[in-house]
């Protein structure tokens, strides 16, 4: 992404009106990915314009219908061709990286097809490889920026899950490694309501992905139908939560797209190509710093971001941090997520911890961050009068139990 477009980019993004998501579109796939990050920050922009970026998630291009029969033909493994029965043209979902369409095969199973497009690769490596270096003059004027806003760290991570999601090979190990995590836990914490789609291998690569068709809707059609009840929400935190703060490793992009609720009230994870591993020293003292808020121990909650550092500051620092963090809080506990944003109190939160405490988030610590902003989002967009935090405490409650954090 070259200088001149990022402006603009950035101008689209942060204008009071409407951004102009066909230009957006057109700029290419890292552009849409970092549309995608800024639908999540109420924190930066306006209700309103996070809901119209987040239409970015479902809204994509579509392949023109001979350019998809020519990525079957020249792409497909041999054995898919064998195997379908029959293919819709007609694309049932467009996403950034790719599209997804319906088709049977010979057995009379419904499943998916979907199909990666053409050229994304090389032009998104490219696009980001520029904007690192434009980043890193950035930084040179302004040090705090790699550690605060952290662009460096966010473009990496949006290249790697991006690059794996490419790949969509990734998504059938994705999708394994988390079920085979799931079934591990099942005896002391049991996820009853979370299943993966079943895919086909054999007919499927790197350019071809076969899976079940899942009858259900999407977070964002839930949304946009006004039906996602508040127990959906605190189970879906209570599961994602299980693989980010007790095990570390997680799925690292589950937009509002990217989970379906199915007629039986399941969650579904689909587009499990972007797994993401978390440090335990990240994980497990942000699950303590979210412990302590929701007992309402902020001293506790301060002391656990402390042990990012590290070591451990001088006491003059750490009455600094604490001074500050207590300014950020005040009236924590009696606000609800409309009066009180967690990505807004997130990313203070990060900026006092990095500038007052030396604590390091690291690259890897981005990923469960930008998860707690979906989950913020939804939050926001479907029951603004509750109180997050203290709704998350059984949750929390239950991976300390469960799944040993101590």
């Not at 204008?15 to 579109?25: R, T, V």
């Not at 079943?198 to 809707?217: A, D």
């Not at 911890?353 to 690259?363: C, Q, R, T």
């Not at 997050?388 to 469960?402: H, T, Y």
């Amino acid at each position: 992404m070259r200088l001149l477009t990022f402006l603009r980019f950035m101008r689209e993004i942060r204008k009071d009106g409407p951004a102009d998501l066909d230009w957006i579109q057109r700029q290419g796939l890292l552009a849409v990915k970092l549309t995608q990050t800024f639908a999540l920050r109420p924190d930066m922009l306006s209700i309103e314009k996070c809901r119209q970026l987040q239409t970015m998630y479902r809204n994509a291009a579509t392949i023109p219908t001979e350019d998809v029969v020519s990525i079957l033909k020249a792409k497909a493994p041999e054995r898919f061709h064998e195997t379908v029965a029959w293919f819709d043209e007609s694309p049932l979902a467009a996403a950034s990286v790719g599209q997804v369409h319906k088709a049977r095969l010979n057995t009379g199973e419904e499943v998916v097809v979907k199909v990666v497009k053409t050229d994304h690769k090389e032009a998104f490596q490219r696009d980001v490889k520029r904007l690192i270096r434009l980043m890193k003059v950035a930084i040179a004027f302004s040090p705090n920026l790699r550690k605060v806003g952290n662009p460096l760290a966010l473009l990496r991570h949006v290249e790697d899950y991006t690059t794996r999601e490419l790949d969509l090979c990734n998504e059938i190990k994705g999708g394994t490694d988390l079920k085979e995590i799931q079934d591990g836990l099942a005896g002391r914490f049991p996820m009853p309501r979370l299943r993966f789609p079943k895919y086909f291998p054999e007919i499927s690569n790197e350019h071809v992905l076969v899976s079940e068709f899942i009858q259900g809707k999407t977070l964002e059609e839930c949304i946009d139908e006004s039906y996602l009840p508040w127990d959906f929400l605190i189970e879906l935190f209570r599961i994602h939560g299980a693989y980010m703060f007790g095990v570390g490793t997680f799925h690292g992009d589950l937009h509002p797209g990217n989970c379906i609720v199915d007629e039986n009230g399941d969650f579904v994870f689909i587009d499990n190509g972007a797994i993401c591993e978390a440090p335990r020293s990240v994980s497990l003292s942000l699950f303590r710093f979210f412990e302590g808020l929701s007992k309402q121990d902020l001293d506790g909650a301060f002391e656990a971001l402390i042990g990012l550092a590290g070591e451990r500051p001088s006491d003059e620092r750490v009455s600094r941090f604490k001074e500050k963090m207590s300014e950020i809080y005040q009236g924590f506990g009696e606000k609800n997520v409309s009066e009180q944003s967690l990505t807004n109190l997130m990313m203070r939160t990060v900026r006092a911890a990095i500038e007052e405490a030396g604590a390091d988030f690291g690259e890897e610590g981005f990923p469960i961050i930008r998860s707690l902003m979906y989950m913020d989002g939804l939050v926001i967009r479907t029951h603004p009068k509750v109180k997050l935090i203290a709704e998350m405490g059984p949750s929390l409650a239950e991976f300390r139990e469960g799944l040993g954090l101590e």
